[in-house]
């Protein structure tokens, strides 16, 4: 509680220990989202796709955990993400359960290669996750 009290449109409110908690979840959530997106990519964009079907390296063996990760973080984030207006927090929620779903078939119908190398190589894979990239770019279009 910052003691503060704010005159709101409808109301006077204030910050308390728990929005600052909600917030620094959806910032880190954010944040490891990023960073397993970014590292995956550069991964994806370097790997040889001819070696990509030999899982023992080292790089391509880390795909699918930081897909995870990145799924997982987001899905935090959506949970966590202070947005009043109740229809669109839900709608960004299913869409990135849409995508997750989507990214689960696509891992175990197509397991002979990492998640996220599959869907760089196979254009049509993007109307299974394409849902939780939706998610990513509705919620942006809602911070401006």
Not at 51 to 56: G, P, S, T
Not at 92 to 109: E, N
Not at 131 to 144: K, S
Request: charged letters at 10%.
């Amino acid at each position: 509680d910052t003691g503060v009290v704010y005159q709101g449109m409808y109301g006077p409110w204030q910050i308390e220990q728990e929005d600052i908690l909600e917030v620094w979840s959806y910032r880190i959530g954010l944040t490891a989202t990023v960073a397993a997106f970014i590292a995956a990519a550069a991964i994806c964009s370097t790997t040889n796709p001819a070696a990509a079907a030999n899982q023992d390296s080292l790089l391509t063996a880390a795909l699918n955990p930081l897909a995870l990760l990145g799924a997982g973080a987001f899905g935090i984030s959506l949970v966590q993400i202070h947005i009043y207006m109740s229809p669109v927090k839900r709608t960004l929620q299913l869409l990135w359960a849409l995508g997750v779903l989507g990214g689960c078939y696509l891992a175990v119908t197509h397991s002979d290669q990492p998640l996220p190398l599959f869907v760089a190589q196979q254009p049509w894979t993007i109307w299974c996750v394409g849902p939780a990239a939706a998610a990513a770019t509705g919620r942006l279009c809602t911070v401006a």
